[in-house]
């Protein structure tokens, strides 16, 4: 099996045989493949979007010493603006960003228009468990990174309170596009 086989295999197993709607996002970087963006309406229960992008592992990064990454977005919407967010992160900056926990992406306007988030936050993927993060792939193991989308102004938050305690504030509701914006609890 080529590794997109063995991707799509996977996910596959993980949503029990749901049908993705694949969708390309054109590559920034001429000399990797369009992305591709696997989106599943009404998983894993209804009223959800989730998505995975294949395409991130296909580059390389120096930090990535023990495999490569895809990411995951998955949200309380059925909006595909969502999933096509997560393609475009991987097309401009795959190979320039190593998507680890903790990093912090600004998208640079709002990401869907029923919400005003415009950033992400990388860390571990949701609904799936120690041994659905990671693929074993030909060569190398990759690793689903979960993105969750966060308001611009809620970055200064974060660097200050980090991310342990970043995800466990009482107004993080990490899947939910409509809720509130965090601010320090006093």
């Not at 996910?11 to 493949?33: F, K, W, Y």
């Not at 603006?81 to 992160?89: E, S, V």
């Not at 120690?130 to 990174?145: E, G, L, P, S």
Request: aromatic share 12%; charged share 25%.
């Amino acid at each position: 099996m080529t590794d997109k086989e063995i991707f799509l295999a996977h996910l596959d197993s993980i949503t029990g045989n749901l049908e993705p709607d694949i969708r390309m996002v054109q590559s920034e970087d001429a000399q990797l493949p369009d992305v591709a963006v696997l989106t599943y309406e009404n998983w894993p229960k209804p009223g959800f979007i989730t998505a995975f992008t294949y395409g991130l592992s296909l580059a390389d990064h120096p930090n990535w010493k023990r495999g490569r990454c895809e990411l995951m977005i998955s949200m309380e919407s059925l909006m595909h603006a969502w999933p096509f967010a997560i393609g475009a992160l991987v097309s401009r900056l795959r190979g320039r960003c190593p998507f680890s926990y903790g990093n912090t992406i600004k998208y640079g306007r709002s990401i869907s228009e029923e919400s005003e988030m415009d950033a992400f936050l990388v860390f571990a993927p949701p609904h799936l468990d120690r041994d659905q993060k990671t693929v074993r792939m030909n060569d190398y193991d990759c690793f689903i990174a979960g993105v969750y989308p966060l308001y611009g102004s809620e970055l200064d938050l974060y660097e200050q309170i980090q991310l342990e305690a970043f995800w466990h504030h009482p107004g993080w509701d990490p899947l939910n596009p409509q809720r509130e914006v965090m601010r320090m609890v006093q």
